[in-house]
T-cell receptor, first 113, second 114 residues
Framework: QQQVKQSPQSLIVQKGGISIINCAYENTAFDYFPWYQQFPGKGPALLIAIRPDVSEKKEGRFTISFNKSAKQFSLHIMDSQPGDSATYFCAARKANAGNMLTFGGGTRLMVKP | EPEVTQTPSHQVTQMGQEVILRCVPISNHLYFYWYRQILGQKVEFLVSFYNNEISEKSEIFDDQFSVERPDGSNFTLKIRSTKLEDSAMYFC????????????FGPGTRLTVL
């Protein structure tokens, strides 16, 4: 019940295309859902985050869509660029649990020029 | 821009040896965390720390692990007797009072246990 399931494991998109990464969770105690971007040899960097009382959040080319009833959320990267090539992790925070983040398995995104 | 720093970047140790991984969180942050990432796998939570005590720990964080904030700037993770399966990338993270949820990660320490 603590798991966050992420798909796909890898994704290849042409430059200018839309990258879509999906996550699903079971635990309704999760109350905060961030996305992290990780480049090789670096730590995860916070990209964008959403709370379950909001259905969509957009920051620049990055949008999170959140479906509370389905317990699913997704990251959309519009106008994908080669510099977006990285591993993306969704995560979920459980309320009253020391801000513990449970991460999805990661998606390796490659944007072809 | 303030950032979390970690030392060393790479630590090689023999099985059974003790290691201490060091982190300097962002200066005005009050919440501190350790995560690990075994090569090619997902990031896993180890422990969170606030007000000089552990606020949450995972099943991975057994008696071989301990954390400490020895002074006003450092946050350390000690593994008492390393095992081969402790080989992983260890990330320190911190978050501030005003934005508790926003955890900022350091670059990691790669621990190799031989």
């Amino acid at each position: 019940q603590q798991q966050v399931k992420q798909s796909p494991q890898s994704l290849i998109v042409q430059k200018g295309g839309i990258s879509i990464i999906n996550c699903a969770y079971e635990n309704t105690a999760f109350d905060y859902f961030p996305w992290y971007q990780q480049f090789p040899g670096k730590g995860p960097a916070l990209l964008i985050a959403i709370r379950p009382d909001v259905s969509e959040k957009k920051e620049g080319r990055f949008t999170i869509s959140f479906n509370k009833s389905a317990k699913q959320f997704s990251l959309h990267i519009m106008d994908s660029q080669p510099g977006d090539s990285a591993t993306y992790f969704c995560a979920a925070r459980k309320a009253n649990a020391g801000n513990m983040l449970t991460f999805g398995g990661g998606t390796r995104l490659m944007v072809k020029p | 821009e303030p950032e979390v720093t970690q030392t060393p970047s790479h630590q090689v140790t023999q099985m059974g040896q003790e290691v201490i991984l060091r982190c300097v969180p962002i200066s005005n942050h009050l919440y501190f965390y350790w995560y690990r990432q075994i090569l090619g796998q997902k990031v896993e939570f180890l422990v969170s720390f606030y007000n000089n005590e552990i606020s949450e720990k995972s099943e991975i964080f057994d008696d071989q692990f301990s954390v400490e904030r020895p002074d006003g700037s450092n946050f350390t993770l000690k593994i008492r007797s390393t095992k081969l399966e402790d080989s992983a990338m260890y990330f320190c993270a911190s978050s501030g009072q005003g934005a508790v949820n926003e955890q900022f990660f350091g670059p990691g320490t790669r621990l190799t246990v031989l």
